[in-house]
T-cell receptor, first 112, second 108 residues
Framework: KAGVTQTPRYLIKTRGQQVTLSCSPISGHRSVSWYQQTPGQGLQFLFE???????NKGNFPGRFSGRQFSNSRSEMNVSTLELGDSALYLC???????????FGPGTRLTVT | GIQVEQSPPDLILQEGANSTLRCNFSDSVNNLQWFHQNPWGQLINLFYIPSGTKQNGRLSATTVATERYSLLYISSSQTTDSGVYFC??????????FGKGTTLSVSS
């Protein structure tokens, strides 16, 4: 079974631009979560989607948003990029009713 | 919110040595996972272990939920074991809360 996939793997953007990252969960997994990893703050939870509904949200500004499609694929969007948004963005999926999360390879975003 | 502390922050070993990584958490948790982050950033699942003991080859883990800690044992370490090991716990709800990790360096 294929793992979690994320596209693109690397991205360079300019301050003020916006960006959209994509995540395809493991087949059959309906929950998708997003995390941000930075050297200073470590791994932090952004939000989780289940059956196209945001189920939980971390402490991030409104510039960070997401959505989930009927096929469980998810996108996250960051508007008005700031230098501090440079990070590794990780997506995770899990089956309904299961606690175990599986992570994708991540998207490394650099904001210049 | 729940706090997750990992120790030691850094660990340097010779190939073949054994090691124990510790994860303390401040409140009751529903789930606990151990991950190894590879050099490209991906988090590789090692154990899903909210309680009890599990083994997978040279790695094993024990979680004592009532005492709020988990241990990851690595035996006969190899250079490929190098990297960052994360413990993550989940409160009632759906978000994983990560510790700051233990950076393991294994030299030949």
């Amino acid at each position: 079974k294929a793992g979690v996939t994320q596209t693109p793997r690397y991205l360079i953007k300019t301050r003020g631009q916006q960006v959209t990252l994509s995540c395809s969960p493991i087949s059959g997994h309906r929950s998708v979560s997003w995390y941000q990893q930075t050297p200073g703050q470590g791994l932090q939870f952004l939000f989780e989607y289940f059956s196209e509904t945001q189920r939980n949200k971390g402490n991030f500004p409104g510039r960070f948003s997401g959505r989930q499609f009927s096929n469980s694929r998810s996108e996250m969007n960051v508007s008005t990029l700031e230098l501090g948004d440079s990070a590794l963005y990780l997506c995770a999926s899990r089956r309904a009713g299961s606690g175990e999360q599986y992570f994708g390879p991540g998207t490394r975003l650099t904001v210049t | 919110g729940i706090q997750v502390e990992q120790s030691p922050p850094d660990l340097i070993l010779q190939e073949g040595a054994n090691s124990t990584l510790r994860c303390n958490f401040s409140d009751s948790v529903n789930n606990l996972q151990w991950f190894h982050q590879n050099p490209w950033g991906q988090l590789i699942n090692l154990f899903y272990i909210p309680s009890g003991t599990k083994q997978n080859g040279r790695l094993s883990a024990t979680t004592v939920a009532t005492e709020r800690y988990s241990l990851l044992y690595i035996s006969s370490s190899q250079t490929t074991d190098s990297g960052v090991y994360f413990c993550a716990v989940e409160e009632a709800g759906t978000a994983l809360i990560f510790g700051k990790g233990t950076t393991l360096s294994v030299s030949s």
